[in-house]
């Protein structure tokens, strides 16, 4: 019998984005209180040769996961301004998610790489070792990370999106233990995950350190391109850390390894209310039928005792992978949401 897929997410506004073996779903919870869903067939970059070969499957993960991540924000976003521009009567502005996601890119370039430059810059003429000041400029990237992570989670947007992180990871958790796909069962389960992105940041951290070690200490602007341009390499490794970690967690000297990893998510995730469960569960169902060409069974909701129509929910049969001679369409019962296959 060969090894069961890896099926692994994010959270977004008010839902949870899944990556399947064909097919990413997207399970939102709308003002209404349906669960919307989309499901999307995945292209062939995200599902050929690349994506199995090691060291550079990594640098396909994290292209995957910019375009699939940004996208499934995206998406989310515009749902909830839809359900607010229908309230107020007026029309979701497109340029405000562009302006939003831009900001947050030069912060994240400002907060992770230019900050802790400056600051290494500044303790320099007190250190003569150079792996010593690629420790320092580690620490304090490692630092502002934590206060980040910590900091915006009083954001009340923010620690909804953080529940969601651990739903999906409750979700994940009992997808892969084999229990049956249910409020009660997930619940039990841990917010944390070996194979968390959070985790994977804390890899890429130490990773960089490794690899900055060998460069010295160039002039300040060659410092920031070398941190840019090794980017690929430091995310190709740090995937194969995760990747192992992930497939042998249960080894008791692996799972010392992960603990600080493990730690981390308590920052990144809260414990989830039922509702958010079962869009997780929603998302984590729609990825594992559009995989298999199976209808997405309609979600249940325990609140109203009834059944909460998903959006787009049909019983056709499942669609093409990408690589079929037929252009790939949404899957089951994830076929009104209007997104267009990945480029």
Known sequence: MGQRFSYGGQAVLEGVMIRGERFVSLAVRRRSGQIHTDCEALGSLYTGRLRRLPLVRGIVVLVETLV???????RSARIALEDVAEEEGQEAPGWFLVVAMGFAFVLALGLF????????????????????????????????????????????????????????????????????????????????????????????????????AFLGRPPLVWRFLSRIALIPVIAAISYEVIRFSGAHSGNRLVRAVLYPSLW????????????????????????????????????????????????????????????????????????????????
């Open 68 to 74: 699939l991540g940004l996208k499934a924000l995206d």
């Open 113 to 212: 790489i230019v900050i802790p430059l400056f600051l290494t810059r500044a303790t320099d003429p007190y250190i003569t070792s150079d792996v010593l000041s690629n420790l320092v400029e580690g620490v304090i990237r490692l630092l502002i990370l934590i206060a980040y992570l910590w900091a915006i989670a009083f954001i009340p947007d923010v620690k909804r999106v953080f529940a969601y992180h651990g739903a999906e990871h409750k979700a994940v958790h009992a997808y892969e233990e084999g229990v049956p796909l249910e409020i009660e069962e997930v619940r039990r389960f841990s917010t944390a995950h070996a194979r968390c992105g959070t985790a994977f940041l804390l890899v890429v951290v130490v990773v960089a350190i490794l690899a900055f």
């Open 264 to 343: 981390l998510q308590s920052l990144s995730t809260r414990q989830p209310d039922d509702g958010q469960i079962e869009v997780a569960i929603q998302a984590v169902k729609a990825a594992i039928a559009a995989d298999k060409g199976e209808p997405v069974p309609v979600a249940v909701s325990e609140d109203v005792g009834k059944a909460s129509p998903t959006d787009g929910a049909t019983s056709a049969p499942a669609t093409p992978p990408p690589d079929s001679p037929q252009t790939p369409q949404a899957g089951p019962g994830c076929g009104t949401g209007g997104q267009p296959p990945p480029a």
